[in-house]
């Protein structure tokens, strides 16, 4: 047994470059993981500077300074998000309030079809199952209709921390981006010499994240939209919020979409009924997500989504349950992170194995 442990430890770790990668992984994992409430502050920043980093560099190669291109594109930013913040937010915490408020006459559709259950298939359903069902529908869409409605900014966070967000997080993307050279040099310099392995993953994970995050912002304002105006053409209720949703699940791949059919069929079956509109409904939401699954999808992310979809699966569960919503949001960067460093990773050179009759044998 210790003889295959000391194999499999020189087979991987016999090059100290795989050694100081592996120890920089673990520490910034283990710093993530323990101080990722502290910290959120910090990863808003990152996220935003990524965003944005696209928008100087563009700026800069018209020969504009990288301190005022930072300046007019974060002020750009926080101007649209300002209008979309005051316009929007309101819309749809208005909704959600209409639809709660709703929610006992849609338990009251659901229970009048589902009574009808045993009658259609006796075979199948009973009362019994189906009063069961009832019931627990009921304390479930109560619960969370009270949640929703208790809900307010004041419990959301104290206003010191919201103050910090809305002061520290602009002003740490401002500096992120204006001194991003001097940051990676501050922090290069950490780093263990002839590192060459860590700075090569360093570059190619680099690239890669921000390709994953401006695409992913921009495919989430793609399929929000879209959905929108299919869902309003469609005089679907509560619209903007249902499309909403569906936007900001493709941060969570497959999950997300999954999760998603069940407040939009809800809502159609509560607004028609079993008609063949419901089914419509349906129908126009898988297209959509067809469309981003198979044209949008490959289309922003060619160069970063090289996974398997069991393999982007697995990264969402995994990440998601170490570090919560950064975990999820990050599980395809960190995902292409981990097969990187797979990639790269130096392995010593097994011994060759001549065949037994082939000494002393001439060349073919």
């Known amino acids: 047994m210790l003889d295959i442990i000391r194999d499999w430890y020189t087979r991987n770790f016999s090059d100290p470059q795989a050694v100081i990668l592996a120890l920089l992984l673990v520490v910034v994992f283990g710093l993530v993981w323990l101080l990722g409430d502290i910290l959120a502050p910090v990863l808003i920043a990152l996220v935003l500077a990524y965003l944005l980093e696209g928008v100087v560099a563009l700026m800069q190669r018209i020969r504009l300074p990288r301190t005022l291109a930072s300046a007019l594109v974060l002020s750009s930013f926080v101007v649209v998000s300002l209008v979309v913040l005051i316009v929007l937010v309101p819309l749809l915490f208005q909704q959600v309030e209409q639809l709660v408020r709703a929610a006992p006459e849609l338990i009251a559709r659901i229970q009048e079809q589902l ?192 996974l398997h979809p069991l393999a982007i699966i697995v990264a969402v569960l995994f990440f998601g349950g170490l570090f919560g919503f950064w975990g999820v949001f990050f599980a395809i960067p960190l995902a292409t992170l981990t097969q990187a460093v797979l990639n790269a990773w130096p392995k010593a050179r097994e011994p060759r194995h001549e065949h037994p009759g082939a000494k002393g044998r001439g060349a073919p």
């Not at 997500?289 to 160069?303: A, K, T």
């Open 115 to 306: 009574l009808r259950l045993p009658q259609l298939y006796p075979e199948v359903f009973t009362v019994e199952q189906v009063n069961d069902l009832i019931g627990t529908l009921r304390r479930e869409i109560g619960a969370a209709g009270q949640d929703i409605l208790s809900f307010s900014l004041s419990q959301l966070s104290s206003i010191v921390v919201i103050s910090v967000y809305a002061v520290l997080v602009p002003l740490m993307v401002f500096f992120a981006l204006k001194d991003k050279d001097t940051l990676l040099h501050f922090f290069g310099k950490f780093v263990p010499r002839k590192s060459e392995l860590t700075f090569r993953v360093w570059r190619e994970v680099d690239q890669k994240i921000a390709n994953y995050i401006r695409g992913k912002f921009v495919e989430i304002v793609i399929v929000w939209v879209t959905t929108y105006i299919t869902f309003g053409f469609m005089g679907l209720d509560y619209a903007l919020l249902l499309s909403f949703l569906v936007g900001v699940s493709v941060i969570i791949p497959y999950i997300g979409a999954v999760l998603v059919t069940v407040p939009i069929a809800l809502v159609g079956f509560f607004q028609w009924g079993l008609v063949a509109k419901l089914g419509y409904l349906l129908l126009v939401y898988q297209i959509i997500q067809i469309l981003d699954g198979n044209v949008l999808v490959p289309l922003l992310f060619s160069e970063v989504v090289n």
